[in-house]
């Protein structure tokens, strides 16, 4: 018999924790912690192109801290963040549950 599976993970929150400049400091809570591999995928995941400022295009990714997805980013990309974050979580619990 087949072990059930846990549900796949979401993002139960979103807040601004910070402001620095032009940029603030958003954590996204999951709805569980992930384990290792989980994190990999979602942090290496392949996502679309950026828009916005060079040093956003060509900065890094969110990080996954315990049950927390943290990021700065500039205030005018809030929108595509959030977009990235939604993708970067959907790849890794498709890739994580099979």
Request: charged fraction near 30%; glycine fraction near 8%; aromatic fraction near 8%.
């Amino acid at each position: 018999m087949d072990e059930p599976r846990d549900p796949p993970i979401a993002i139960v929150g979103r807040s601004s924790v910070r402001e620095i400049g032009d940029r603030v400091e958003v954590e996204w809570a999951l709805s569980a912690v992930p384990d290792l591999e989980w994190i990999e995928v979602f942090q290496f995941a392949s996502v679309a192109d950026r828009e916005g400022p060079v040093d956003w295009i060509d900065g890094g990714g969110p990080d996954v801290v315990v049950d927390t997805v943290r990021w700065f980013v500039p205030t005018a990309s809030l929108d595509n963040a959030g977009v990235e974050v939604a993708h970067r979580l959907e790849l890794a619990n498709l890739r994580c549950r099979s």
